[in-house]
Each structure stands twice: as structure tokens, then as C-alpha cells.
């Protein structure tokens, strides 16, 4: 008999501290950058995002979403025997911020690693985390995604902090003999990888180099478009479905008009995708789970319906996972 991983719960968490548009254009005029709400929205379909307070890191933000995932599905920590954090805006260089977070839920044991495949991290999660339920070794997996990217973003930078926020998203990922997940299409090209990066290192006591996001943004534009259509087609194809058969669409969460075009080339009505970028901004690895959370919690998407969750970011990296709620 096949086993299929299923998630059984979903969670997420936002830092309190929230700034809208107007918020942000007001901050970024004390140091003379301008920009508008009007741009904002008008290109991004961006509204508002969350920034985490000092002190506040990725573990914190990704160990809450857990727990209201673990609550959702009915388990105790102890029953988690994997976790996997999707995350390129690690607590420390090491350990991963899977083992802190383990070490928050009071977990001891499993094992726990972090994934770094920036805002593609938590498709990548889940195709592993499946993998590994499917081999027969994993009972009940934690698959989370949590990002501080206000970290890592330069105020200077209009065409880029305005983008993006924190947050975190959690999935509960259990062994069961009914579907689950149908089917993951993960891939990379590292010929791109300068269009979107943080290219600073550590190095004897001391950062060399940009430590701060850069991103050619056009340029990630025109390959997402593409490559989303692709690895939709590329799942549909491996699960034996078609376009027909997606109840909902949970992209990537990074820019309204990248998830109109792919919504549009998949013939999907907008009315299938979830959207919570108005609110959140690019959360990166977190959008996915977070998004798939608030629709869950909503009462928008429903049990027994085909989701389609897709993913595309630095690396460059894209993927995509179909799966029945
Ligand atoms: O999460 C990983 C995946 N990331 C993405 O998917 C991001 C993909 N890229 C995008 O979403 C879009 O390319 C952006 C939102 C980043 C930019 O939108 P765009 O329509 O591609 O604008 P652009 O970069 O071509 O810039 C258009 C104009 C430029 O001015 P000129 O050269 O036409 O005079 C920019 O300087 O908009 C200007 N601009 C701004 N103006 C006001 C750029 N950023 C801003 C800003 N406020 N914040």
C-alpha cells in the first residue's frame, strides 16, 4: 500500500509592528528616498507589510506558526519526529534555525535541518519532507517557513525595500494512506544568480562584502512568468491532472501582476488565487505557508480541494507542489 503525506494543520505568525504604504514613504523620506503609495500598488499591488521588532528572529516567528500548526492538527510536539525550516534569513550562520526552533517547541531528538532556496525554500520543504514520509521514515513532519527580511533590506534601495516583510508560515505533514500530496517539480539555474542576491560573506570576524538584498527586478519578472507556467504544467503533468482540476492557486506572494499573469496562462479566474501580498509584501520563504494559513483559516479554501502552491526566487530556483487539502 502507497503512503502519501498530507498536511494536517497549517499556522503562521506576523511580527505586530505593521506599516502601510504611507508608513513606509513617510520613513524613507527622512533619509530622502522617494516613493509613493501610488507606485507601490500600482506595480507591486503591495498594501502593507509586517516588520519584526529588534530582538525578534526568524526561530521566534517560525516557532509560534508551529505550534498554531501542531494545535491545528491535533499533535504534541512530541510527536514530530521531522522539521524542516525553509529560511535564508537564518538566527546565526550555525546551527540552522531548525534546531532552535526544535529547541523552542521543547523538542528533543528528530532531525532538523534548514532548506536555502530562498522565496522557492518552502516548495523545496515540502518536495523533501514528502520524499521522506514517502521512504516510510517520517510519521509526523514539521515543515515551516520563516524569513526576516527587514534584516536584510537596504533603505536606501527604493526599487527593492519596499517589497518585501517578515513572517512565518507552518505546515503539519503526516504519513496516511489517502492523498495528500500528488505530485512536487522542484528545479535551479545558478547561471542567474546575480539577478537576486545578498552577496555579502563572513570572513575572519568580519562581513566582506554587500550584506544587503540586491535584485534586478525586471529581470526576475520576465524568468518568474516563465518558469511558473512551466512547473505548473510540469506537476499537473506527473499527477495526471489538468488546470481543470486546481481549486485554488497559492503562489508565491511577491507581485499581484506575476500571479495575474500566471493565473491568466493557466486559465484560472483570479478568483482561484490566493492573494495576501496586499498585506504581507514578499515574505520570501514564508509567503506560501502563511498565505495557505490565512485562506485555511479564512474558510476559504476547504478540505478535499486540489491546491496548487508555487514558488520562484533567488538561485535562481522555481517549483511547485499539487496536493489535495
Ligand atoms: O521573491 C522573489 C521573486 N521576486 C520577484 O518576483 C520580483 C519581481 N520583480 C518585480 O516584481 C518588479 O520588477 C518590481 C516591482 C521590482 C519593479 O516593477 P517594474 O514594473 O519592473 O519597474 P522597473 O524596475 O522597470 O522600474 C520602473 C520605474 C523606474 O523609473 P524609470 O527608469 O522608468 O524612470 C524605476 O526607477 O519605476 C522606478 N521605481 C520606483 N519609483 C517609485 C522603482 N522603484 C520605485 C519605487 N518608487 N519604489
Not at 504611507?22 to 530622502?32: E, F, I, N, Y
Not at 534601495?157 to 505546515?171: E, I, P, S, Y
Not at 507581485?255 to 493565473?263: D, E, L, S, V, Y
Not at 476559504?300 to 487539502?325: C, D, K, M, N
Request: net charge negative.
Amino acid at each position: 500500500m502507497s503512503i502519501y503525506a498530507r498536511i494536517t494543520g497549517t499556522g503562521s505568525a506576523l511580527p505586530p509592528k505593521r506599516l502601510t504604504n504611507a508608513d513606509l514613504v513617510a520613513q524613507l523620506a527622512q533619509d530622502g528616498v522617494e516613493t509613493s503609495d501610488d507606485w507601490i500598488v500600482e506595480r507591486t499591488g503591495i498594501r502593507a507589510r509586517h516588520f519584526a521588532e529588534d530582538g525578534v528572529f526568524s526561530s521566534d516567528l517560525g516557532a509560534e506558526a508551529a505550534r498554531q500548526a501542531l494545535q491545528a492538527a491535533g499533535r504534541r510536539p512530541e510527536d514530530v519526529d521531522l522539521i524542516i525550516v525553509a529560511t535564508s534569513t537564518p538566527d546565526m550562520v550555525f546551527p540552522s534555525t531548525a534546531t532552535i526552533v526544535q529547541r523552542k517547541l521543547g523538542i528533543a531528538g528528530c532531525p532538523a535541518f534548514d532548506v536555502q532556496a530562498v522565496c522557492t525554500g518552502f516548495i523545496y520543504a515540502l518536495s523533501v519532507a514528502d520524499a521522506m514520509v514517502r521512504a516510510g521514515g517520517v510519521k509526523c513532519a514539521l515543515v515551516i517557513g520563516a524569513e526576516v527580511f527587514s534584516r536584510i533590506l537596504d533603505f536606501k534601495d527604493r526599487t527593492t525595500c519596499v517589497l518585501f516583510g517578515d513572517g512565518a508560515g507552518a505546515v503539519v505533514l503526516e504519513a496516511g494512506a489517502a492523498p495528500g500530496i500528488l505530485a512536487t517539480d522542484i528545479h535551479a539555474d545558478g547561471k542567474h544568480l546575480e539577478v537576486l542576491c545578498v552577496p555579502g560573506h563572513v570572513s575572519g570576524g568580519q562581513v566582506l562584502g554587500d550584506p544587503l538584498l540586491k535584485m534586478d527586478g525586471p529581470a526576475v519578472f520576465k524568468l518568474a512568468v516563465g518558469v511558473l507556467e512551466e512547473t505548473a504544467r510540469a506537476v499537473l503533468a506527473k499527477a495526471g491532472r489538468t488546470e481543470a482540476d486546481i481549486d485554488w492557486l497559492i503562489p508565491h506572494q511577491a507581485n499581484i501582476r506575476i500571479m495575474q499573469g500566471t493565473a491568466r496562462k493557466l486559465r484560472l479566474s483570479m478568483d482561484k488565487v490566493v492573494v495576501t501580498v496586499d498585506r504581507h509584501g514578499n515574505t520570501s520563504a514564508a509567503s506560501i505557508p502563511l498565505a495557505l494559513d490565512h485562506a485555511v483559516r479564512a474558510g476559504q479554501v476547504q478540505r478535499g480541494q486540489t491546491l496548487l502552491l508555487e514558488g520562484v526566487g533567488g538561485g535562481f530556483t522555481w517549483g511547485s507542489v499539487l496536493l489535495v487539502l
